[in-house]
């Protein structure tokens, strides 16, 4: 039963930013390293950012410098913090565990993200 609720996402001009929110139910994430995915129409879910158990952080590449995941462990909540947004962040962005490490088969809604230019 467990449940991963994105929110926070909507419509920004570039240069804007927005911060979304992962709610993930249960204890199990609390000590596990997570992460944000992004996808956009027509392409694969990627890896945005990452962030283990004990708040240690790696980004994609084209996100870097301008984007900033963070955790509150009590509340098992997880954030993304997007500044400097681009046309090409326009995605539906998911929180999930790093499925480079774990076995993910759940998926939440996600949470649409639209960058205008």
């Known amino acids: 039963q467990v449940q991963l609720v994105e929110s926070g996402g909507g419509t920004v001009q570039a240069g804007g930013s927005l911060r979304l929110t992962c709610a993930a139910s249960g204890n199990i994430y609390s000590i596990k390293t997570m992460a944000w995915y992004r996808q956009a129409p027509g392409k694969q879910r990627d890896l945005v950012a990452t962030?283990?158990?004990?708040?240690?952080?790696n980004y994609a590449d084209s996100v870097k410098g301008r984007f900033t995941i963070s955790r509150d462990n009590a509340d098992n909540t997880v954030y993304l913090q997007m500044n400097s947004l681009k046309p090409e962040d326009t995605a539906v962005y998911y929180c999930n565990l790093d499925r480079r490490y774990y076995a993910v088969n759940y998926w939440g809604k996600g949470t649409l993200v639209t960058v205008s230019s």
């Open positions: 962030i283990t158990g004990s708040g240690s952080t």
